[in-house]
T-cell receptor
Framework: GQNIDQPTEMTATEGAIVQINCTYQTSGFNGLFWYQQHAGEAPTFLSYNVLDGLEEKGRFSSFLSRSKGYSYLLLKELQMKDSASYLCAVMDSNYQLIWGAGTKLIIKP | GAVVSQHPSRVICKSGTSVKIECRSLDFQATTMFWYRQFPKQSLMLMATSNEGSKATYEQGVEKDKFLINHASLTLSTLTVTSAHPEDSSFYIC????????????FGPGTRLTVT
């Protein structure tokens, strides 16, 4: 079956760096998405990786290794507003999104 | 974990016709379901909130007469795109809530609509 795994919850300190991992097993691969979702709001697109490697966008970076079925989202210089859920989703060979359960990130001062 | 399905996964229709998309929670009851639309590499845009047994709440700018939502049961919500136009071509995603604080929101696999 198809499966996306990511940690349920993580805690980090303001100003620090945190890495949220996502591993996947899907039938085919057409890209991996990371979204941020604050409570009561729609998910916000953060990144899309389809090729191996690291993509940096400001304080957020996303890495993909297709051979390992692995991605991570790296958040630097953490701010209190980064407290949110982070969703990993993979688009399979049928262009269907397979969603992870989300990682709740708690930032402490 | 909880599973949300959508049907169809992909649909092509002609301009002027209507298309119905189903969203089902397979192993839990969802009093609230959300309908989103996604353009390539963009955030999910919330279209409407669907509550079982009551009228949907539409976000500003979403035409309620064009995007008809019916939440007939605790496991099924439907989105009907009426008189579809090519600009309605998009990826439509639903999600279902198991409780009120969004901590247990489960997303469907999406439906790709192409209007020719």
């Amino acid at each position: 079956g198809q499966n996306i795994d990511q940690p349920t919850e993580m805690t980090a300190t303001e100003g620090a760096i945190v890495q949220i991992n996502c591993t996947y097993q899907t039938s085919g691969f057409n890209g991996l998405f990371w979204y941020q979702q604050h409570a009561g709001e729609a998910p916000t697109f953060l990144s899309y990786n389809v090729l191996d490697g690291l993509e940096e966008k400001g304080r957020f970076s996303s890495f993909l290794s297709r051979s390992k079925g692995y991605s991570y989202l790296l958040l630097k210089e953490l701010q209190m507003k980064d407290s949110a859920s982070y969703l990993c989703a993979v688009m399979d060979s049928n262009y269907q999104l397979i969603w992870g359960a989300g990682t709740k990130l708690i930032i402490k001062p | 974990g909880a599973v949300v399905s959508q049907h169809p996964s992909r649909v092509i229709c002609k301009s002027g016709t209507s298309v119905k998309i189903e969203c089902r929670s397979l192993d839990f009851q969802a009093t609230t379901m959300f309908w989103y639309r996604q353009f390539p590499k963009q955030s999910l845009m919330l279209m409407a909130t669907s509550n079982e047994g009551s009228k949907a709440t539409y976000e500003q700018g979403v035409e309620k007469d064009k995007f008809l939502i019916n939440h007939a049961s605790l496991t099924l919500s439907t989105l009907t795109v009426t008189s579809a136009h090519p600009e309605d071509s998009s990826f439509y995603i639903c999600s279902a809530l198991t409780n009120r604080d969004l901590s247990e929101q489960y997303f469907g696999p999406g439906t790709r609509l192409t209007v020719t």
